[in-house]
């Protein structure tokens, strides 16, 4: 199943692929990801989906959690607090991309940017000639162990 799963995604991103790697059409010209093609896409991935072949809030809530994990895999540019809050600003997405609005989805990345900068900031305050290694603190590496801090402060921490 998961092999028929990867043949059909295979598929699907196959000719994006080559016309953006061999150039099959002509000109140089990069592809842009806009908004309205996101319906066409999510359509192809519903297709190839295993369990479900329609939008139901527990595939839009699965996959806006998925959306903001993408961003911050490890856990360290996101709170719990900004996960909620953003999980709430999303609420209707489907609906909303289906409309061609795609400003969730553009907030959240500013968002996004925006905490980076604020982490590089934090780092180079902290980082300084001066900072010593505290050898008695415990470092979880796993982010999903270590899970999401609880707020903006616990970040700093």
Not at 65 to 84: A, T
Request: charge should be positive; hydrophobic fraction near 40%.
């Amino acid at each position: 199943m998961k092999q028929t799963l990867l043949v059909l995604i295979s598929i699907l991103i196959l000719p994006l692929t080559s016309q953006a790697q061999w150039n099959l059409f002509g000109s140089k010209k990069e592809i842009e990801l806009k908004c309205e093609s996101l319906n066409d896409i999510k359509k192809g991935f519903l297709i190839a989906h295993i369990h479900t072949s329609k939008m139901t809030p527990t595939l839009e809530a699965r996959t806006i959690k998925q959306h903001l994990e993408s961003f911050d895999p490890m856990k360290i540019y996101f709170s719990k607090q900004d996960v909620d809050s953003l999980q709430a600003k999303m609420k209707d997405i489907f609906k909303n991309v289906k409309a061609g609005n795609c400003k969730q989805l553009e907030d959240v990345q500013d968002f996004y940017i925006q905490r980076v900068k604020d982490r590089v900031a934090f780092a180079k305050k902290k980082l300084t000639p001066d900072f010593k290694f505290d050898k008695n603190i415990r470092i979880i590496l796993d982010p999903d162990k270590r899970g999401w801090a609880k707020n903006k402060n616990d970040l700093q921490k």
